[in-house]
């Protein structure tokens, strides 16, 4: 763009860090919230990607999940959890649950929080559940200490009703 401009070098940088004071402000609410949880993989360490490329797969590779539990309002952080990446996203809600402060209306998460003991965290924690069934995802059959449906399987009668884009 041939503009002239004038750009701090990375000493400059550091010193000028070392006395800025950043405060986030954290604006307290009483109302529920509504949290949306989901996962994302984080490289820890490896080779470089062009020596993978070049020489196939490194033994070295290893990733982290972050688990992460936001207010879909705010965008804020409510709730986080690392694990390694053989820990499924549905292991974890538990954990994230137990760090929200406020009282929690609703949690929204994908097929990866599809399991029984997702809607039964979330139903103890009065919650409502937004999740998602696989495409595989079958009604439980009722046994005989059960006297009402489960709330995953009201969810798949919707869903077979309606359709599952509605």
Known sequence: MGIELEVPDHSTLSRRLSKLSVKLPVVPKDEAVHVVVDSTGVKVYGEGEWKVRTHGVCKRHTWRKLHLGCDEESGEILGAVVTTNDVADCEVLTDILEQIEQPIEQVSGDGGYDTFDCYDTISQSGAKAVIP??????????????????????????????????
Do not use: C, F, M, W
């Not at 969810?155 to 009703?161: A, C």
């Open 133 to 166: 069934p696989r495409s595989n995802a079958k009604i439980q059959q009722l046994t005989n200490s059960q006297t009402q449906p489960h709330n995953r399987d009201e969810n798949l009668r919707r869903v077979n009703q309606v359709g599952r884009k509605q």
